[in-house]
């Protein structure tokens, strides 16, 4: 593969709708931060911030594994059941991770849970400011 063979790739992977819907999550994650901190303390912040960052990454994570799939399925990508798998290991280590986040108190499960709040909010939002023009085909 060729520099910008994989520059191509990277770039079909988050077209600008899914990037201002992860800028927004982020943006609206940060405010939600910024007044656990300010109303509840330090542990809230940091429980908020987890749950924030467990957001973006599970939203990131999601549009690359279904960029890539949509990209191998119209493709006829022999590599579209390794993206399957990702899907799958992405579940699994979601599910894992929260768990052990509580199980070990690490976090506060509000503060985690208003964190996540920053998902759908930040799309909400994000699909309202968003460019709404069409795509040209590719």
């Given at each position: 593969?060729?520099?910008?063979?994989?520059?191509?790739?990277?770039?079909?992977?988050?077209?600008?709708?899914?990037?201002?819907?992860?800028?927004?999550?982020?943006?609206?994650?940060?405010?939600?931060?910024?007044?656990?901190?300010?109303?509840?303390?330090?542990?809230?912040?940091?429980?908020?911030?987890?749950?924030?960052?467990?957001?973006?990454?599970?939203?990131?994570?999601?549009?690359?594994?279904?960029?890539?799939?949509?990209?191998?399925?119209?493709?006829?990508?022999?590599?579209?059941?390794?993206?399957?798998?990702?899907?799958?290991?992405k579940v699994v280590g979601l599910f894992g991770g929260v768990w052990l986040l509580m199980t070990s108190h690490v976090v506060d499960p509000?503060?985690?849970?208003?964190?996540?709040?920053?998902?759908?909010?930040?799309?909400?939002?994000?699909?309202?400011v968003s460019d709404k023009t069409e795509r040209a085909a590719r």
């Amino acid at each position: 593969m060729s520099i910008d063979e994989a520059r191509s790739e990277a770039t079909r992977a988050l077209d600008p709708r899914t990037r201002t819907a992860i800028v927004g999550v982020a943006a609206f994650g940060a405010l939600f931060v910024i007044g656990a901190g300010c109303g509840w303390g330090l542990r809230a912040a940091i429980s908020v911030a987890v749950g924030v960052l467990i957001a973006v990454a599970n939203l990131y994570g999601l549009a690359r594994i279904l960029g890539a799939l949509l990209g191998a399925r119209a493709g006829e990508d022999p590599n579209a059941g390794i993206w399957g798998v990702l899907a799958v290991v992405k579940v699994v280590g979601l599910f894992g991770g929260v768990w052990l986040l509580m199980t070990s108190h690490v976090v506060d499960p509000v503060g985690l849970v208003v964190g996540w709040g920053s998902l759908p909010v930040g799309i909400a939002i994000a699909s309202l400011v968003s460019d709404k023009t069409e795509r040209a085909a590719r």
